[in-house]
T-cell receptor, first 113, second 112 residues
C-alpha cells in the first residue's frame, strides 16, 4: 500500500478564496483524522471520521471549515473563505480502528496571502 | 483535559550516545500512547505504539516504556546515529475518546 496520500502537497492562495484539501486513506482503514500543525499550537485534531461518518468535529475552528468523506477511500477538507491565519500544514491520518496505530500522510502546506 | 508535555524541547548529542526522551501526560486513563518521528517538511512516521495494558515496546534500537500510574513514557534510543536527527512526538489517546493529544515534541540532533 502506498500509505495515506494527500494532495496537493503545497497550496498558495489569496485570502477569500476557497481551498480544498484531499486525502486518500490506507485501504481497509475505518478511521480517518484531519490534523492541523502550526508552530504556535502544534498538532491539533480537526475532525475524526469512523466508517465515513463524522464522529467528532469539535476541533474544527469555525464554520469556514468543512470536511466530507463520501466513501471509504476519499476525504476532503474545505476552507471557504480562506484567511491568512489558516496558513498551516494540514495532515490526514488513518487507522484500522479509532484506537489503533495511526498512519499520517505527507501533509499539505497551505499558505494564504 | 489531557495535556501532554515533552522534555527536553531540544537535544543535541554526539553520535553513539544512548539517549532518553520523555513524555508526560496528566490523565492516566489512556487507551494507548504512540511515538512518532517527524523529519523537517515531512509527515509523521509511526515508531512505536504502546497499549495501556503494556509496559514497553521495542523496535530495533528503539524502546518505549509506559508507566500509566505516574503519567510518563520514555523513548530510549540506543547508539544514536546522525540519521536519527528529527523531531520526536508522543501522542496519547484517552479512554472513551478517539483523539490523539500530541506533545510539542523533542527536536533531536545527533552530531557526527
Amino acid at each position: 500500500d502506498a500509505g495515506v496520500i494527500q494532495s496537493p502537497r503545497h497550496e498558495v492562495t489569496e485570502m477569500g478564496q476557497e481551498v480544498t484539501l484531499r486525502c486518500k486513506p490506507i485501504s481497509g482503514h475505518n478511521s480517518l483524522f484531519w490534523y492541523r500543525q502550526t508552530m504556535m499550537r502544534g498538532l491539533e485534531l480537526l475532525i475524526y471520521f469512523n466508517n465515513n461518518v463524522p464522529i467528532d468535529d469539535s476541533g474544527m475552528p469555525e464554520d469556514r471549515f468543512s470536511a466530507k468523506m463520501p466513501n471509504a477511500s476519499f476525504s476532503t477538507l474545505k476552507i471557504q473563505p480562506s484567511e491568512p491565519r489558516d496558513s498551516a500544514v494540514y495532515f490526514c491520518a488513518s487507522s484500522f480502528t479509532g484506537y489503533s496505530e495511526a498512519f499520517f500522510g505527507q501533509g499539505t502546506r497551505l499558505t494564504v496571502v | 483535559k489531557q495535556e501532554v508535555t515533552q522534555i527536553p524541547a531540544a537535544l543535541s548529542v554526539p553520535e553513539g550516545e544512548n539517549l532518553v526522551l520523555n513524555c508526560s501526560f496528566t490523565d492516566s486513563a489512556i487507551y494507548n500512547l504512540q511515538w512518532f518521528r517527524q523529519d523537517p517538511g515531512k509527515g509523521l512516521t509511526s515508531l512505536l505504539l504502546i497499549q495501556s495494558s503494556q509496559r514497553e515496546q521495542t523496535s530495533g534500537r528503539l524502546n518505549a516504556s509506559l508507566d500509566k500510574s505516574s503519567g510518563r513514557s520514555t523513548l530510549y534510543i540506543a547508539a544514536s546515529q546522525p540519521g536519527d536527527s528529527a523531531t520526536y512526538l508522543c501522542a496519547v489517546s484517552t479512554s472513551g475518546t478517539y483523539k490523539y493529544i500530541f506533545g510539542t515534541g523533542t527536536r533531536l540532533k545527533v552530531l557526527a
